[in-house]
Every structure is written in structure tokens, then in C-alpha cells.
């Protein structure tokens, strides 16, 4: 199994419950060679190109982000991705470090379900790269806005002149996408969505597209600097020209569901709890004493 952790949070904790596991049932670990230091002794260090190639399946420990790392670097050779939950929202991943010895059981059993989700290849510039959620072209703040073209299977749509121009997967529709005011797509549909952040000139609401077709943006001349965003990681800065060519790849990644109703009962109430105007504190005040009391013990430290 490949160890795929959050880039800067203490997983410790839940790496050791990890390792005891899979020396009770005779499991190999293995990690990328940059975070030997993180990890006991008995995880193998391998090269990052390998650790999906070497891997039976992968544990995602952090966030969203560090999931959508670890379908990443398994594009090529899809891989089932089981996520542990340390971030703050987390729509994609599913387990708590509690109840994380029980889920290796399953995971070691083929004890559950494969959620497919789809990815975005692009070409930005000349280099190819893939996002799970979303890309996004983002202006540099005070520097104008991003002007760029849009075509659709070489027919050009119109232009779009705004603060960010985000295309996103299903799974991206309740990421940025969501936040610019774009529609919430359902997992199980294929489609690719365009949305506008802050739009002042030319295409202002969300296109959905078939997964058939290709997207072709083209930065306009006089456009502002732009960033090219993937899955939140700039890969590309102060752009003034270019293009990016993006098309749908379906069942790119596979996330391991071990409750997918109640997986899916959870994240109804997370986005409920994004349009509310308080504060998770705030929030937490409004609990009965028993919830707030359990919620309290699971954010402590797991077992050790």
C-alpha cells in the first residue's frame, strides 16, 4: 500500500495506526522517497513515479488537496484511493482516523466500493498536465482582468473578460466553480462546466459541455497577467499569451467508498453549511451538548 500525506500537517499518528496494521497482516508500505523522514522505519522509500506503479492501493492522509494528489499521481495507472480525513471540509475523502483499522480490513478484503471520477488533460502552453477538480486562468490582483476566447471543438463560442475563468469536472463542481456561481453537477454525470468568476464583458453564466468536446482557450491580446491554476497548484504565472487545450478523460481515478449513501448524506450537509453566514465556532455552540462532546473526541490525536 502507498503512502500519499498531507505536505505539511503532523500525520504521525495516523501513519503509525497505518504501519501497526500492516504489520499485524503481513502488509508492505511503501512512501515517496521525499518523505522518508515522516515515516517509520519499515516504510519503504520509493521514487514518486513509482509509488502508484508499486502500490495494490493508495491511502490519501490529509484533505481534498492531498486526495486529488494521490489520483494524480496514479493517472496512469489507476489505483483504489482510500482518504483519511485531516483537513478542515473534505468532500472527497470518507474516513476518520478512528475509525481507520476497520476500514484497512475492508480495503485488505476488497470489502467495498469504487467511486470513478473523471479528469481534465490539458495542454497549457506546450506541457501536459491533468486536474480532478478544476483549471482555473486567474488574474494577478490589480492588474486588470483575464480576457481569453473560448472555442468548442474548433467552433468559437464568444470571450470571456473577468476575474477567473474556471473549467471543472463533476467532482470540481462544488470547488471553485461553486464558489464563481456556477451549478452543482451530480458525480454520476460526465460533463465539463466553464464558469466565470466576476464576469464584466462577453460569455457571464456557466457553459456545460458534453465530455466529447474539446476545450480550447486563447488569451486575447491586452488580457492581464493570468495564472494557470490546476487543482488549486499554479503551474503557470504571469501568462500574456497562449493557449490551454482541455479535454475529458473518464474513470481516471478510482476513490475507495466504504458507505457511499451516507458519504453522500454527509457531503449534502457540508454544502448546506456552506451558504450559512457563521463561523464553525459559531456553529459548533448551536450542537447539543452530546454531538459537541463527540465531535471534541474526534478531533483529538488518534490512538497510538
Known sequence: MGLVLHPSRDVSAVVEIIDRWAARHGKALIVRA?????????????????LATRSDALISIGGDGTMLGALRCAVR????????????????????????????????AHDYTVESHACLACDVCGDDVVAFNDVALVRHPGSGFVTVT??????????????????????????????????????AAQAVVVTPSAPMAGISRSVVLAP??????????????????????????????GEVLIRYVPNAGQVVRLDPRRHQERNQIKLSLLDLPLL??????????ELREQLS??????PR
Open 212 to 241: 466529447e468536446e474539446t476545450l480550447h482557450l486563447e488569451l486575447r491580446p491586452g488580457t492581464a497577467p493570468v495564472a494557470v491554476e490546476m487543482d488549486g497548484l499554479v503551474i503557470r504565472d504571469a501568462a500574456v499569451e
Open 280 to 289: 464553525p465556532e459559531q456553529l459548533r455552540e448551536l450542537l447539543p451538548d
Open 150 to 187: 473560448l472555442a468548442v471543438d474548433g467552433q468559437r463560442y464568444g470571450y470571456y473578460r473577468c476575474d477567473a475563468l474556471v473549467v471543472s469536472t463533476p467532482t470540481g463542481s462544488t470547488a471553485y466553480s461553486y464558489a464563481a456561481g456556477g451549478p452543482l453537477i451530480s458525480p
Open 297 to 302: 473526541r474526534r478531533e483529538l490525536s488518534p
Open 34 to 50: 521525499e518523505d522518508r523522514h515522516r515515516v517509520p522505519a519499515s516504510v519503504e522509500p520509493v521514487p514518486a513515479a513509482e
Open 77 to 108: 495507472a489507476p489505483k483504489p484511493v482510500l482518504g483519511v480525513h485531516l483537513g478542515r471540509l473534505g468532500f472527497l475523502v470518507e474516513v476518520e482516523p478512528p475509525d481507520l483499522p476497520p476500514a484497512l480490513d475492508r480495503l485488505a
